[in-house]
T-cell receptor, first 112, second 116 residues
Framework: GQQLNQSPQSMFIQEGEDVSMNCTSS?????WLWYKQDPGEGPVLLIA?????ELTSNGRLTAQFGITRKDSFLNISASIPSDVGIYFC????????????FGKGTRLSVIA | DVKVTQSSRYLVKRTGEKVFLECVQD?????MFWYRQDPGLGLRLIYF?????MKEKGDIPEGYSVSREKKERFSLILESASTNQTSMYLC??????WGGGYNEQFFGPGTRLTVL
């Protein structure tokens, strides 16, 4: 099955730095989502994007739905130790019960 | 709060055993999903169900089966566990989208299965 191309695979950053990660696809999605998974837990939704070009913020997080509907990025500003975890992008083609397609994840480590 | 619970956080089984992983959600969601998560491979969909007694194969159904006899419960079954099924298993649920916006998919905490 298809998976989204998510990069980078992992990042080591200093506390206070900004972080950027992105996701691309060869096909169009109608919804883009970003999830975070804390160690030992299931993923939790951070941001959902519904329209091409949409830019949405959630605290220090900002995500954009690409104009072509084939990509999305997530930025985290002024990182803190609790940002550590795995970040997943996900796309959904249609409404209803169509399963999400996930990226392979970006593992973020923050050095205090 | 939506809650998705999984029967075990950690499970150790032997090769050839039949293994049941249970998932229960308390928000009357129609759709339920089973994923496995492996390092570097992300989340891969095993099976999903959009209604009681309904099931659909995901991307990697081989070696697994599922059961959904009640709306709130979705079981993943490993008929004869093998070492390559050692993994983290995540259950998720969501309601069906009827209008604008997106209905969030909620995940359980995961079951880390080790097959020896």
């Amino acid at each position: 099955g298809q998976q989204l191309n998510q990069s980078p695979q992992s990042m080591f950053i200093q506390e206070g730095e900004d972080v950027s990660m992105n996701c691309t696809s060869s096909s169009i999605f109608n919804t883009w989502l970003w999830y975070k998974q804390d160690p030992g837990e299931g993923p939790v939704l951070l941001i959902a994007l519904y329209k091409a070009g949409e830019l949405t913020s959630n605290g220090r997080l900002t995500a954009q739905f690409g104009i072509t509907r084939k990509d999305s990025f997530l930025n985290i500003s002024a990182s803190i130790p609790s940002d550590v975890g795995i970040y997943f992008c996900a796309g959904q083609r249609n409404s209803g019960n169509t399963p999400l397609v996930f990226g392979k994840g970006t593992r973020l480590s923050v050095i205090a | 709060d939506v809650k998705v619970t999984q029967s075990s956080r950690y499970l150790v089984k032997r090769t050839g055993e039949k293994v049941f992983l249970e998932c229960v959600q308390d928000m009357d969601h129609e759709n339920m999903f089973w994923y496995r998560q492996d390092p570097g491979l992300g989340l891969r969909l095993i099976y999903f169900s959009y209604d009681v007694k309904m099931k659909e194969k995901g991307d990697i159904p081989e070696g697994y089966s599922v059961s959904r006899e009640k709306k709130e419960r979705f079981s993943l079954i490993l008929e004869s566990a093998s070492t390559n099924q050692t993994s983290m298993y995540l259950c998720a649920s969501k309601t069906t989208w009827w209008g604008g916006g997106y209905n969030e998919q909620f995940f359980g905490p995961g079951t880390r299965l080790t097959v020896l």
